[in-house]
């Protein structure tokens, strides 16, 4: 569920990679391509974009697969253009993103690829690219195996459902789970169809006209061919062919040549087209689409979805960030980098020190203080004494300088007075400089000691209050009320006295638990 399913025709496709790149920059993930020549070739373009990445295919000597096998899992590439022979074996959980550049040749293997994405919980995405030639070179290619023809004809029937599943106007993870004969009625609420529902309308017109060219035509071109007729193309080969001169040329310009594509998409699936694959893939009219065509049967198509490019132009308008959110996802990105840091240096893969999930908790939740990392998920004894200083170090340098430069970091304003504590200040001096009252300069020590830091509350509260106070705690609900317990012993002790003998019972609960 947290695999966010998408689907997109081919054309454009490395401008589409290259925008889903920028708007994740220093994710993990991989590109699945059909060809080890298109693995080489996206790779260099991409690194020539600035990105880095590598290439993986089975052509490549073996030490060097293991390179780039280790590179990818350390974080030193996070990105890898890759035949389906990468990915066995790797255990990797922060994989963002898992693209196929051409369609799988089955569902099986589609299922499969993308299950190497979002191991940890997060969000990921699987982004499908596909096209007409991508069946053509599977089918070539199954075509001339040495396989009998069982296992040719099983081969081809998987591709046929795969390329139904990337047509299909359905949600996706419905389609793939039915597949797998799980029930699931629900939308998924998190693919490119349902995110954009299609819009149905009587197709009946469109479909005649499709079918009126192709026959006029002698049924003798695909589907590129039929769609250029349709739309009036100025194509040289259609001229002279002859192509211009018949009765529907030009008769589809109310359809971009991408919507021609999706609509002649489902009229094959709707049965009322056929390729002929032994006849260079023409396309042939069945005797359903010839109901349409002469009869005065109607059939109903779905328009195309909005384009993602629109789609996520609202989405964006809708949830524009707030300031916590930037906060978050700038510690996010300094803890991924010293997470990757710590990793090259020992020598081990990044995402064994902390998952993802677990830097995103610490991105939200700013530990300061190790009973406050120790609160995060992921976070246990040895590693937070592994790497609980580097990691709350970098914590608390990141809200310093946001501090410093007027940026409001909610919950972490004590972060600065206890710097000045540290720095010999005393109380007086410190509200001075904060402007801030000696209360809430005591308030934040107290915080601060709760959460584990060294204090001498003896400076605030008594042995004997503290006893005193902690005894009587369990008369009283949390989150504590200052005033209820001062009025309960009737003003004998301060505000800073009760206030650190409830840290005091705070950090002493901690550390039992500890």
């Not at 025709?9 to 920059?25: D, M, S, T, V, Y």
């Not at 042939?284 to 979805?305: D, Y």
Request: net charge neutral.
């Amino acid at each position: 569920p947290n695999i966010s399913l998408n689907v997109s025709r081919g054309q454009k496709r490395f401008e589409q990679i290259l925008n889903h790149l920028k708007k994740h920059p220093g994710q993990s993930g991989i590109i699945y391509c059909l060809a080890r020549r298109t693995c080489e070739d996206l790779s260099a373009k991409l690194n020539a974009r600035g990105f880095n990445t590598a290439f993986y295919h089975a052509n490549m000597a073996p030490k060097e697969r293991d390179r780039v096998q280790e590179d990818f899992i350390n974080d030193r590439i996070p990105i890898i253009c890759a035949t389906i022979a990468f990915g066995m074996g790797i255990d990797k959980s922060n994989v963002r993103f898992v693209i196929h550049y051409n369609l799988p040749r089955n569902l099986e293997g589609y299922y499969q690829e993308i299950g190497r994405c979002g191991r940890d919980g997060l969000p990921a995405e699987a982004l499908l690219f596909f096209s007409y030639q991508d069946v053509t070179t599977y089918r070539q290619m199954f075509e001339e195996s040495e396989a009998v023809q069982v296992q040719k004809d099983l081969k081809i029937a998987k591709l046929n459902r795969m390329y139904q599943f990337a047509e299909a106007p359905v949600c996706r993870r419905k389609t793939v789970l039915h597949y797998f004969g799980e029930s699931y009625d629900k939308n998924c609420g998190n693919c490119d169809v349902c995110r954009n529902p299609p819009r149905h309308f009587d197709g009946t017109e469109a479909s005649q006209k499709a079918m009126s060219a192709l026959i006029r035509m002698e049924e003798k071109v695909g589907i590129n061919m039929l769609v250029d007729v349709l739309r009036g193309s100025q194509r040289r080969e259609i001229f002279s062919l002859g192509f211009n001169q018949i009765k529907t040329y030009g008769a589809g310009k109310e359809y971009s040549f991408e919507e021609w594509q999706f609509l002649l998409s489902q009229m094959l699936h709707n049965g009322l087209l056929e390729i002929a694959y032994d006849d260079n893939h023409c396309l042939r009219v069945t005797e359903t689409g010839k109901s349409i065509l002469f009869g005065n049967r109607k059939v109903q198509l779905a328009l195309p979805p909005q384009p993602e490019e629109k789609a996520a132009a609202k989405e964006t308008i809708k949830r524009q960030p707030n300031r916590t959110q930037l906060l978050r996802d700038e510690l996010f990105d300094q803890l991924i980098a010293l997470r990757r840091s710590i990793g090259q240096k020992q020598g081990i893969p990044p995402y064994l020190i902390f998952s993802d999930a677990t830097l995103e908790q610490m991105a939200q939740k700013r530990p300061v203080t190790d009973a406050d990392l120790l609160y995060i998920s992921g976070v246990g004894e040895r590693k937070l004494q592994l790497y609980g200083d580097a990691f709350i170090g970098a914590t608390r340098e990141f809200i310093r300088k946001k501090i410093q430069d007027g940026q409001n970091v909610p919950g972490s304003t004590f972060l600065l007075t206890w710097d000045l504590f540290k720095a010999g200040h005393p109380i007086q001096e410190i509200a001075r400089l904060r402007e801030i009252s000696p209360i809430t300069v005591i308030s934040h020590l107290a915080t601060m000691y709760e959460r584990g830091e060294s204090v001498e509350i003896s400076d605030w509260v008594s042995p004997e209050a503290l006893d005193l106070i902690q005894g009587a705690l369990s008369l009283f609900e949390e989150p504590y009320q200052l005033k209820e317990i001062y009025e309960h012993f009737q003003q004998r002790f301060s505000y800073e006295a009760i206030r650190f003998a409830i840290a005091d019972a705070k950090r002493t609960e901690w550390q039992q638990r500890r």
